[in-house]
T-cell receptor, first 112, second 115 residues
Framework: EPEVTQTPSHQVTQMGQEVILRCVPISNHLYFYWYRQILGQKVEFLVSFYNNEISEKSEIFDDQFSVERPDGSNFTLKIRSTKLEDSAMYFC??????????FGQGTRLTVV | AQTVTQSQPEMSVQEAETVTLSCTYDTSESDYYLFWYKQPPSRQMILVIRQEAYKQQNATENRFSVNFQKAAKSFSLKISDSQLGDAAMYFCAYKGRNQGGKLIFGQGTELSVKP
């Protein structure tokens, strides 16, 4: 069964460093998303991406964040100059239409 | 703006019994989708069931079913014959049809299953 794959599963980084979280969405999906879940809290939408551009972003998704689809398979989230409060689980998701999204297993980001 | 509320932070059920998790939402849209996602300790988000707002029939997936009350903006999840593997965090989520597809999640309900 096709699945969304995220790497790495766990990333530890020092405050102020840049990190890139990687995702391989399901191959025939057209819509891509990043969500964030701070430990013990609900899942929050960050950004959606369609047709090689951002279709919507939340207030959380400020200039510190960027997304890219560098080739036909990968979808990345870059966080510049990480802060302690960026520590969270980051989920990539993809969908083929406006119905259900399929999630990757997540990347746990720890900023120290 | 749309909101999703899960008023039960924790629920507990005896193995083989039935449990219902509550969810309410607020929207001015008439067409949308509702979902229940399961998040086990591994923290992966797993789709349990979905409901299209234009369908009056409640969705069912094996032991999982929903009670969708559109007028009351209520979307509860019923788990029948609960199993130990059902223990997880459950999130209710809303997706507007014309919103570009983002999911809006509730706060979650932690379900424990007692043997």
């Amino acid at each position: 069964e096709p699945e969304v794959t995220q790497t790495p599963s766990h990333q530890v980084t020092q405050m102020g460093q840049e990190v890139i979280l990687r995702c391989v969405p399901i191959s025939n999906h057209l819509y891509f998303y990043w969500y964030r879940q701070i430990l013990g809290q609900k899942v929050e939408f960050l950004v959606s991406f369609y047709n090689n551009e951002i279709s919507e972003k939340s207030e959380i998704f400020d200039d510190q964040f960027s997304v890219e689809r560098p080739d036909g398979s990968n979808f990345t989230l870059k966080i510049r100059s990480t802060k302690l409060e960026d520590s969270a689980m980051y989920f990539c998701a993809s969908s083929s239409d406006f119905t259900e999204a399929f999630f990757g297993q997540g990347t746990r980001l720890t900023v120290v | 703006a749309q909101t999703v509320t899960q008023s039960q932070p924790e629920m507990s059920v005896q193995e083989a019994e039935t449990v219902t998790l509550s969810c309410t939402y607020d929207t001015s849209e008439s067409d949308y989708y509702l979902f229940w996602y399961k998040q086990p300790p591994s923290r992966q988000m797993i789709l349990v069931i979905r409901q299209e707002a234009y369908k009056q029939q409640n969705a069912t997936e094996n032991r999982f079913s929903v009670n969708f009350q559109k007028a009351a903006k209520s979307f509860s999840l019923k788990i029948s014959d609960s199993q130990l593997g059902d223990a997880a965090m459950y999130f209710c989520a809303y997706k507007g049809r014309n919103q570009g597809g983002k999911l809006i999640f509730g706060q979650g309900t932690e379900l424990s299953v007692k043997p």
